[in-house]
């Protein structure tokens, strides 16, 4: 079971929305150092998100982004920190 699960919903339509997600993915990967595998899919995107003590996914589609992280040990005392980061750079590109 995932200790973060956050869903979104979006009014872009889904080619702008995966550019969106595809910019907020490389300043996380910037920011905070993640490993990401973004794969386009006709109806849905996915994502695998890695970092030491994190492990997640993510699933956009033309109407919402769906994250789901587990997270290890040492991070577990972060999860306010990690989710509010995360929905921050929602709000921001997907707004």
Same mark, same amino acid.
């Given at each position: 079971m995932a200790d973060i699960e956050i869903e979104k919903q979006h009014s872009l339509d889904f080619n702008t929305a995966r550019e969106q997600a595809k910019k907020w993915l490389e300043s996380a990967k910037e920011k905070y150092g993640i490993d990401a595998n973004y794969v386009e899919?006709?109806?849905?995107?996915?994502?695998?998100?890695?970092?030491? =003590?994190?492990?997640?996914?993510?699933?956009?589609?033309?109407?919402?982004?769906?994250?789901?992280?587990?997270? =290890?040990?040492?991070?577990?005392?972060?999860?306010?920190?990690?989710?509010?980061?995360?929905?921050? =750079?929602?709000?921001?590109?997907?707004g």
């Open positions: 899919g006709e109806n849905e995107d996915n994502v695998t998100i890695s970092r030491k =003590g994190i492990d997640g996914k993510a699933t956009l589609d033309a109407n919402k982004i769906r994250i789901e992280a587990t997270l =290890g040990f040492l991070a577990k005392p972060l999860k306010g920190k990690i989710k509010d980061a995360l929905e921050s =750079g929602l709000n921001k590109h997907l």
